[in-house]
């Protein structure tokens, strides 16, 4: 059949800010670009950090770009961000986040004083998670160059002979744990943005989940998926997963937790809690048997509190994630299509 | 949320769908104006819910789905100038033009900014004197008056380098144009709530008369949808056409009247072209000439012409007829396939309001992309 | 089209001349919505539209719709 149409449905030659967005463009960039690349059987477990062993011992080794905007933020700065995000990527391998080195590129012009803020909230952030930051790296560019401060920050960790997590290993009996409130960094941070300006009492989530995850994993021994729904939020993560181990998702609209301020935000900006960024939850696939056992490990830790089952696993010919309704009707979930932008509509 | 939560209620669901069940006794095609209806419709499964005798369709009530490539590709143009920055509402950013969207205008180099009101252009018009802020004004009746606003305060406060680009759309014309085509398949509408909170729908009757078909004035949550629906078929089955209100608590007969002064001042009727429709006559609203100086096409010497604008009818895109109601999204060849949100070939692909935005988001009955 | 949300009036600011703004509570999130062209007062909950408010929401009306919901239940 041939397309006759004055729209052009050609894909983009060049990067679009879609593609750093964590949903549809970021995978395709992966898969069309990265994978084709740099494709070896470690990179391609698809996780959140890279397992491998060296002389039988188990590793696991990540990394991550933090770029922020605001650097400053309710709840945290740019240098809290680095250090849990990197330490959680860790944790969701099964690992126990050891060593991590950080990257600075700064913006001339940038305040040494607000540097020193930055660099005083990594170290308490890894002093808290139990990390050490063992080297590092500083680049400075031209003023209009970079925003700022960025930050990189990768880590290693080790992990036990008996772990065995992946994003392919969902399978049908497996319920769904979300570890706590979904969509709160993501409405911080846009509450702080000039152009939309509004106030609410929320702060962002950001946290080191290691010490509840390594807990877990130490505790219950077939954890089959852990993942943090950063970029793209809880559904794009889904997604990712249902898309690795050939299963359906179902989740339940009345069983997610989004607080009552991250709803109405929602609602008035026309954005969807589901494809909004967290920064400081989990979520955990295991097999339902014993997901009463880890409900109760969770719930003992602050960050995990109001750890619930969201959802469950079914076999399925076609990958998805599915949401029942408030009305009991289901509906497909998709993957982030680009940044979710404000809407009128 | 008060006035909100309760309309969600699954009891009340429950109960409407009961009433509907129980009323209806012949097939019915209901056509939804609002694509934010719409957007509601899929997202909760309303449609899946409703007895089988009941289709709805689908209108064309979404701004950005309907402004023409032609207004598209001249805000691309002018945001290309390195003097202006151009701003909009989110929903603007994707909708390609004949070339590529804003946000690739913005990969590109332009500076383009997403703002969540227009009101909110004029203070960046104001911290940037040496800049031409310019808003790319689209909307129905509903988004017309804050545009206005926004213009009355900028010449308040003086400035000169603001200004917008108009695409502007009103309901009861469109409605018109449906119900006069020779294969209208259209038995009821649901009138746009939120136009008619500004509007009111004293506009209606003469409409609901002349084609003696039920126009139900309708909110925008599950309940108020289906109430909407329930006093539509109602209506259907006694055989009468006239004009109800179903979202009395915040749509009066006469409207918001001193938005309605505030439009006829500063605006005058004028053609509109909708994408994937074409012309309809005195379908849109344009500046009145005393506020031309902010008329962003003016200020660029971009003027376009009604006849200037393509209507898409040569495109195999069957967007125009489903939103007359004459086809369902089911019967697109190229839905889900070559037509997605991210490259979209129709207009209703394009906003996430869109009918065929609204379908692949939530239902995606053709296979997704990646699997 | 045009999404819109209820929200109830926490303060008004009258100091721009024809451009009345509200601090408006929606459910938590506090934003500026100007009700030049509504007669509101403090305690209205307001329809708001991309931070202008286009109707004031009728409390009675309100109660009589959810109300009328219940009547039909019984009918039927």
């Not at chain 1, 960050?303 to 969201?310: H, L, M, R, S």
């Not at chain 2, 014309?173 to 746009?192: H, Q, T, Y």
Request: one cysteine or more; glycine letters at 8%.
């Amino acid at each position: 059949m041939e397309l006759n149409c004055p729209l052009p449905v050609t894909e983009a030659e060049y990067i679009l800010l879609g593609h750093g967005s964590g949903g549809r463009l970021t995978r395709k960039l992966i898969d069309e670009v990265f994978y084709p690349a740099f494709r070896n059987p470690i990179l391609e477990q698809d996780h959140d950090g890279g397992v491998f062993a060296v002389d039988k011992k188990r590793m696991a080794i990540t990394t991550d770009s933090y770029v922020v905007d605001p650097v400053f933020f309710p709840g945290g700065n740019i240098g809290d961000l680095a250090i849990n995000g990197t330490v959680n990527d860790l944790a969701c391998c099964g690992a126990k986040p050891l060593y991590l080195t950080v990257g600075f590129i700064l913006e001339e012009g940038f305040a040494i004083a607000d540097l020193k803020v930055i660099v005083n909230s990594m170290r308490k952030a890894a002093d808290k998670a139990g990390v050490f930051i063992v080297t590092g790296d500083t680049k400075v560019v031209e003023r209009g160059k970079c925003d700022k401060i960025f930050i990189n920050t990768s880590g290693v960790g080790v992990l036990d002979d008996d772990i065995n997590i992946s994003p392919a290993k969902a399978c049908a009996g497996d319920v769904v744990i979300c570890s706590g409130p979904i969509g709160v960094h993501g409405i911080t941070i846009l509450s702080t943005r000039e152009s939309l300006g509004f106030e609410t009492s929320l702060q962002s989530d950001t946290a080191a989940l290691n010490g509840m995850l390594n807990e877990l994993c130490g505790q219950i021994k077939d954890i089959h998926v852990l993942r943090d729904p950063t970029r793209g939020g809880v559904s794009s993560t889904l997604n990712e997963i249902a898309q690795t181990s050939h299963v359906e998702i179902e989740i339940e609209e009345a069983l997610l937790p989004v607080p009552e301020v991250v709803r109405s935000a929602s609602e008035l900006l026309g954005l969807d809690p589901l494809y909004i960024a967290n920064e400081g939850v989990v979520l955990v696939i295991l097999p339902s048997e014993v997901s009463e056992e880890a409900l109760k490990i969770m719930r003992s830790f602050p960050e995990g509190k109001q750890a619930v089952i969201i959802g469950t696993v079914k076999s399925s010919e076609r990958a998805s994630v599915k949401l029942k309704t408030l009305f009991g009707g289901r509906r497909i979930v998709t993957m982030l299509n680009g940044d979710q932008l404000p809407r009128i509509c | 949320m008060k006035h909100l939560y309760e309309y969600r209620n699954s009891e009340q669901v429950k109960r409407l769908i009961q009433a509907i069940d129980k009323v209806v006794l012949n097939p019915w095609n209901i056509m939804e104006i609002c694509g934010g209806q719409t957007h509601s419709i899929v997202r909760y499964g309303i449609d899946e819910m409703l007895p089988d005798k009941i289709t709805l369709l689908h209108g064309p009530g979404c701004p950005v789905c309907v402004t023409p490539i032609t207004v598209i590709d001249k805000a691309i143009e002018i945001a290309l100038k390195p003097y202006v920055i151009m701003t909009s509402f989110g929903d603007m950013m994707r909708v390609p033009g004949s070339q590529f969207d804003l946000l690739h205008a913005k990969a590109k180099g332009a500076d383009v900014r997403v703002l969540y009101s227009t009101l909110d252009a004029i203070d960046l018009a104001e911290k940037n004197p040496e800049r031409e802020v310019v808003f790319l004004a689209v909307g129905f009746e509903t988004t017309v008056p804050l545009h206005l606003t926004a213009i009355k305060e900028a010449k308040r406060r003086k400035l000169t380098n603001f200004s917008v680009i108009t695409s502007l759309f009103t309901v009861p014309a469109a409605i018109d144009a449906i119900l006069a085509e020779k294969d209208c398949k259209v038995d009821g509408f649901l009138a746009a709530g939120h136009v008619c909170a500004v509007m009111g729908y004293h506009e209606y009757h003469p409409l609901a008369e002349k084609f003696r078909k039920p126009i139900v004035v309708t909110g925008f949550e599950p309940v108020d949808l289906l109430y909407g629906i329930y006093q539509c078929i109602v209506q259907l089955e006694n055989k009468t056409g006239k004009v109800e209100n179903a979202y009395q608590r915040i749509v009066t007969e006469a409207g918001n009247l001193k938005m309605q002064e505030l439009m006829k001042e500063m605006l005058v009727p004028a053609d509109q072209a909708w994408r994937g429709i074409g012309k309809i006559d005195k379908s849109g609203l344009k500046l009145a000439d005393a506020f031309k100086d902010f008329d962003a096409l003016e200020k660029f010497g971009a003027s376009i012409h009604t006849q200037d604008i393509e209507t898409i009818t040569q495109t195999r895109c069957i967007a125009g007829d489903i939103m007359r109601g004459n086809k369902q999204v089911a019967d697109c060849p190229f839905f889900g396939v070559k037509c997605t949100p991210e490259y979209p070939i129709g207009a209703p692909m394009v906003s996430t309001e869109g009918v065929c935005a609204a379908y692949y988001s939530y239902t995606n009955f053709k296979e997704q992309a990646w699997s | 089209m045009c999404l819109a949300i209820p929200g109830k009036i926490l303060r008004i600011d009258n100091s721009v001349p024809d451009l009345k703004m509200a601090k408006v509570d929606f459910g938590g999130m506090i934003k500026d919505v100007c009700i030049q062209w509504i007669d509101a007062n403090i305690g209205d909950y307001i329809l708001a539209h991309a931070g202008m408010a286009i109707s004031i929401v009728n409390e009675e009306y309100a109660k009589e719709t959810l109300a009328d919901f219940e009547k039909l239940a019984k009918f039927n």
